[in-house]
């Protein structure tokens, strides 16, 4: 099994920055890929941002250039630094890793205020 557990999640005004930050423990060798979701109330959870244990990365067009993922091999942790946050961004954020089967972390809640 692997358990994952975020952090980093808050309330911040539109314009301002938030880092999430997720670790993962566990069975965790042979980890391929690794992310962020998001779920907005009403909504199906939507990908946010993945990267691999190579270092390539994908992002929802909503967060191009505004977003930037991150990924610590050896400790096992992925962050996702937000910039010039917008109320739309408001969500749950998941954590999410792929080891043949997929995880996910409990999630932690951005409100952001317009």
């Known amino acids: 099994q692997v358990q994952l557990v975020e952090s980093g999640g808050g309330l911040v005004q539109a314009g301002g920055s938030l880092r999430l930050s997720c670790a993962a423990s566990?069975?965790?060798?042979?980890?391929?890929?690794m992310g962020w979701y998001r779920q907005s109330p009403g909504k199906q959870r939507e990908l946010v941002a993945t990267?691999?244990?190579?270092?390539?990365?994908n992002y929802a067009d909503s967060v191009k250039g505004r977003f930037t993922i991150s990924r610590d091999n050896a400790k096992n942790t992925v962050a996702l630094q937000m910039n010039s946050l917008k109320s739309e961004d408001t969500a749950v954020y998941y954590c999410?890793?792929?080891?043949?089967?997929?995880?996910w972390g409990k999630g932690t809640l951005v409100t952001v205020s317009s």
């Open positions: 999410w890793l792929r080891r043949y089967v997929d995880y």
């Open positions: 566990g069975r965790i060798l042979g980890i391929n890929g």
């Open positions: 990267i691999t244990g190579g270092g390539i990365t």
